[in-house]
C-alpha cells in the first residue's frame, strides 16, 4: 500500500511538472545558459544570479501559498488531501536586466543591446558578452572568447505543484504534511523531492467570548524544502574551422560529472479570519513569508584564456587553451516577498474539495487545488 502511494504521488508531481515545464520551457533555457560559465566563476555567478532571480524567488513565493483553504481547523481525525500548483506573477521590471549595471570584472559587452533577457523575459535575446584577458604576448587585456546569452522562456510566471494531506488532531489544531520521494521526473530529466509541515491552531478558544464570534480566527506557519538536480552540459569551445586554435588537453570524460543543483526553502506565518458555510469556506488575512534559494554546478567546466606558453614558441603552441574550473556556480538568492496579503475560497461537495486562493506581494501568486477530504 505504501508503495502504490508513493506511485501515486509521483504519477501526480510528474504530469504537473511536465505539462509546466512545456510551458515554459525551463530545461532549454538552462541548457543555453552554460554558455555563461565560460565567463569564469565570479563573473558567472553574476549573470547567473541576475538571469535565475525570478524564477527563484517566485518558485519561493510559491511554496509559502496552498497550506490552508479555511480558518477553520478540521475536527479530530478530519482530513483532506490535495493536489496543488501555485503560480507566481513575475514582475515587468524582473524580465530583463542590463548586463553594463553588473560589477563584472573580465565580461564585457562585445555587441547587441546591453538590455537582455532573465528567464521570465522574451524568448529572444541579442546581447554578446566577451572575456577580457591579459594576453601574455602582447601585455595587454585582449577579447579571448565571446558567447550570446540566453534568451528568456517568455512565461512571466513562477510554476510550482505540490500535494499535502491535513489531519486534525486537538484543541482546533491542524497538522499539514507535504511530501514527494525523490524521483526522476520526465521530460524536465530532473531528480526532484520536497517535504514541508504546516501546523495551523484557532485561537477563537482562546479569546474572550470567542466561541460567539461569527467568524474563525486561526494562526498558521508552515516550511517547505524543495530539492532538484539536473545534469548540466558544457562543451569546450570549439571555434568554427576545427579546435586548431584552441589547445584541449583534458579528455572528454572530464566534463561527465556536470549538474546543476537547486535547493529552495521557505518559510510562512499567517493570520487567517474566515467563515465555513455548508458547501462553501471563505477566508482571507494577514501573513510574512521568507524564501531563499541555493544554486550549485558541481564538476569541472572549460573555460577559454591565453596560452602563456604562446609567446615563447608560437611555432608549436596554441595561442588559446581549455582551463578548468570546478564548481564555478555558488549562488544563494533570497526571495522578494515579506508581508503578504491573501483572500481564497474552498468549494465541497460531498468528499471532494476545489480551492484557490490569490496573494497580493511584490511575487504576487495564484494557487488552485482539487482533492478530498471528509469532515
Request: aromatic letters at 10%.
Amino acid at each position: 500500500m505504501v508503495m502504490n502511494f508513493k506511485k501515486i504521488i509521483k504519477g501526480l508531481c510528474a504530469i504537473a511538472l511536465v505539462g509546466l515545464s512545456t510551458a515554459g520551457n525551463v530545461q532549454a533555457q538552462l541548457g543555453d545558459a552554460g554558455a555563461i560559465l565560460r565567463g569564469g566563476a565570479a563573473d558567472a555567478n553574476i549573470l547567473m544570479e541576475s538571469f535565475l532571480a525570478p524564477y527563484t524567488k517566485g518558485f519561493g513565493a510559491d511554496l509559502n501559498t496552498g497550506w490552508f483553504n479555511t480558518a477553520k481547523a478540521h475536527p479530530t481525525l478530519g482530513f483532506d488531501i490535495s493536489l496543488n500548483v501555485a503560480a507566481a506573477t513575475i514582475p515587468s521590471s524582473e524580465k530583463v536586466f542590463d548586463v553594463t549595471a553588473l560589477n563584472l570584472s573580465q565580461l564585457e559587452l562585445t555587441s547587441g543591446s546591453a538590455e537582455t533577457s532573465t528567464i521570465a523575459g522574451d524568448k529572444s535575446t541579442n546581447t554578446t558578452m566577451g572575456v577580457y584577458l591579459e594576453n601574455p604576448q602582447t601585455g595587454q587585456d585582449e577579447l579571448v572568447t565571446e558567447f550570446g546569452l540566453p534568451g528568456g522562456t517568455g512565461f512571466a510566471y513562477a510554476p510550482a505543484p505540490m500535494i499535502q494531506a491535513s489531519v486534525g488532531i486537538i484543541k482546533d489544531t491542524d497538522i499539514t504534511v507535504r511530501y514527494v520521494p525523490e524521483f526522476t521526473a520526465p521530460v524536465v530529466d530532473a531528480g526532484v523531492g520536497m517535504f514541508g509541515v504546516g501546523v495551523k491552531h484557532g485561537i477563537n478558544q482562546w479569546l474572550p467570548g470567542g466561541k460567539l464570534l461569527p467568524v474563525d480566527i486561526s494562526v498558521q506557519v508552515g516550511y517547505t524544502k524543495f530539492s532538484a538536480n539536473a545534469n548540466f552540459n558544457v562543451n569546450p569551445e570549439v571555434p568554427q574551422g576545427g579546435n586548431a586554435e584552441i589547445e584541449n588537453t583534458f579528455p572528454a570524460t572530464t566534463w561527465d560529472d556536470q549538474s546543476i543543483d537547486l535547493e529552495t526553502t521557505a518559510t510562512t506565518f499567517n493570520a487567517i479570519v474566515g467563515k465555513t458555510l455548508p458547501f462553501i469556506s471563505v477566508y482571507g488575512g494577514l501573513g510574512y513569508e521568507t524564501s531563499k534559494t541555493t544554486l550549485a554546478t558541481p564538476g569541472m567546466y572549460p573555460i577559454t584564456s591565453f596560452n602563456p606558453d604562446y609567446a615563447n614558441d608560437p611555432m608549436n603552441e596554441k595561442e588559446k587553451r581549455i582551463e578548468a574550473i570546478e564548481s564555478p556556480i555558488d549562488l544563494e538568492i533570497e526571495g522578494d516577498n515579506k508581508i503578504r496579503a491573501f483572500a481564497g475560497f474552498r468549494f465541497s461537495l460531498a468528499i471532494f474539495r476545489i480551492s484557490a486562493s490569490y496573494t497580493q506581494s511584490t511575487y504576487s501568486a495564484f494557487n488552485v487545488g482539487v482533492g478530498f477530504g471528509l469532515r
